[in-house]
T-cell receptor
Framework: GAVVSQHPSRVICKSGTSVKIECRSLDFQATTMFWYRQFPKQSLMLMATSNEGSKATYEQGVEKDKFLINHASLTLSTLTVTSAHPEDSSFYIC??????????????FGSGTRLTVV | AQKVTQAQTEISVVEKEDVTLDCVYETRDTTYYLFWYKQPPSGELVFLIR??????QNEISGRYSWNFQKSTSSFNFTITASQVVDSAVYFCALRVIQGAQKLVFGQGTRLTINP
């Protein structure tokens, strides 16, 4: 149980275009979703926290107009990289925080999206 | 501020050796949760263990064991009789209790098990 499905797993896009990444919770309701970015050989850096029905909270240094997050339902959160540039190429991972009745206050992660901007 | 430090960037051992991955954390919270995750080359994060601050018992799961020491703010992970399939990046993480309860990750340790 508590699976997050993340799509696409890989995407290559041209510089200047926008890319949307989706994360769906398949068998539970994800009130809170986290979005991380991971550059090669580096750790996961939290970009933003999204809560269903409200605006996302962005970490310092993350451009909210460039990384648009929508969490319109309890089962879907999306990250849109707008006007992508080669420096946005990275591995993006979503994560849902699980409640008390699910896996003892743990987290479940999507499988990640490898974005390459050419 | 919450912080997790994994001082070992890379470790390389020969198969069947035991290996310990270090994790030191900083938090002012009296209640907190610590995690270990494995990230194989495919990229997905695999949950290994969660430990709360009230439970200092060491845990063993097969070849994996964890040593939680509140006195030194450490939560170290040992793999006994390592195998090639253990090769991955391992992350230690701390759950922030306030607000959205986000995870703060360490820098990760890249473990390579050589045949």
């Amino acid at each position: 149980g508590a699976v997050v499905s993340q799509h696409p797993s890989r995407v290559i896009c041209k510089s200047g275009t926008s890319v949307k990444i989706e994360c769906r919770s398949l068998d539970f309701q994800a009130t809170t979703m986290f979005w991380y970015r991971q550059f090669p050989k580096q750790s996961l850096m939290l970009m933003a926290t999204s809560n269903e029905g409200s605006k996302a909270t962005y970490e310092q240094g993350v451009e909210k107009d460039k990384f648009l997050i929508n969490h319109a339902s309890l089962t879907l959160s999306t990250l849109t990289v707008t006007s992508a540039h080669p420096e946005d190429s990275s591995f993006y991972i979503c994560s849902a925080r699980l409640g008390a009745l699910q896996l003892n206050y743990g987290y479940t992660f999507g499988s990640g999206t490898r974005l390459t901007v050419v | 501020a919450q912080k997790v430090t994994q001082a070992q960037t890379e470790i390389s051992v020969v198969e069947k050796e035991d290996v310990t991955l270090d994790c030191v954390y900083e938090t002012r919270d009296t209640t907190y949760y610590l995690f270990w995750y494995k990230q194989p080359p495919s990229g997905e994060l695999v949950f290994l263990i969660r430990r709360n601050s009230f439970d200092e018992q060491n845990e063993i799961s097969g070849r994996y064991s964890w040593n939680f020491q509140k006195s030194t703010s450490s939560f170290n992970f040992t793999i006994t009789a390592s195998q090639v399939v253990d090769s991955a990046v391992y992350f230690c993480a701390l759950r922030v209790i306030q607000g959205a309860q986000k995870l703060v990750f360490g820098q990760g340790t890249r473990l390579t098990i050589n045949p």
